[in-house]
């Protein structure tokens, strides 16, 4: 079966420029997250959705962050007025449930941003 | 607040050899523990993880990694590389068996031949 993919698996911007990076999580996990990898770094959380529930939304560096997702289909990660700092791997990955402990996150390939 | 320390961010290791990488964790209460490892152009895959159950953690691949309380690492190994275990690998730690992992900087490992 397919896995998480996200698209698109490059972009260059410009500064100040909005962007809009797209997560399709695998069939029927109904949880699904968003990560920052900066080079050198570990992942950062950044968002969480469960189902219907409020999205977790405290790993957000900025208003200049926001994330959506239809029901428990594709999720969008959008960046608005980027930064060089925002330059970074984004990661998805989606899970069955939320414990750790039963249920393993998937990850996608990523998407590599870069803000020229 | 937990963090996550992982000892060298490059490692280089003969085929056949010990494959050594280090984590260590910092938390005020038991954690859970995780090693995922990334291939090129692939997304993270989860190796192992330690969830109280017992302390050495046996995953895929022919890895383990031993939860030392005292010690406060979870360092992982594998008797014997092989070239197809050259990858990032990443140490991440939850405390509260919920969603939000605290990753490592992550050590990429390269095996020569």
């Known amino acids: 079966g397919a896995g998480v993919s996200q698209s698109p698996s490059n972009k260059v911007t410009e500064k100040g420029k909005d962007v809009e990076l797209r997560c399709d999580p695998i069939?029927?996990?109904?949880?699904l997250y968003w990560y920052r990898q900066r080079l050198g770094q570990g992942l950062e959380f950044l968002i969480y959705?469960?189902?219907?529930?409020?999205?977790?939304k405290s790993g957000l560096p900025s208003d200049r962050f926001s994330a959506e997702r239809t029901g428990e289909s594709v999720s969008t990660l959008t960046i608005q007025r980027t930064q060089q700092e925002d330059s970074a791997v984004y990661l998805c990955?989606?899970?069955?449930?939320?414990?750790?402990?039963?249920?393993?996150?998937?990850f996608g390939p990523g998407t590599r941003l870069t803000v020229t | 607040a937990q963090s996550v320390t992982q000892l060298g961010s490059h490692v280089s290791v003969s085929e056949g050899a010990l494959v050594l990488l280090r984590c260590n964790y910092s938390?005020?209460?038991?954690?859970?523990l995780f090693w995922y490892v990334q291939y090129p152009n692939q997304g993270l895959q989860l190796l192992l993880k330690?969830?109280?159950?017992?302390?050495l953690v046996k995953g895929i691949n022919g890895f383990e990694a031993e939860f030392k309380k005292s010690e406060t690492s979870f360092h992982l190994t594998k008797p014997s590389a092989h070239m197809s275990d050259a990858a990032e690998y990443f140490c991440?730690?939850?405390?509260?068996?919920?969603?939000?992992?605290?990753f490592g900087a992550g050590t990429t490992v390269t095996v020569r031949a």
């Open positions: 990955a989606s899970s069955l449930e939320t414990s750790l402990y039963s249920y393993e996150q998937y």
């Open positions: 991440a730690v939850s405390v509260s068996n919920d969603y939000k992992l605290s």
């Open positions: 959705f469960q189902g219907n529930s409020a999205p977790d």
């Open positions: 938390s005020s209460v038991p954690p859970y």
């Open positions: 069939s029927g996990h109904t949880a």
């Open positions: 330690y969830t109280s159950a017992a302390t």
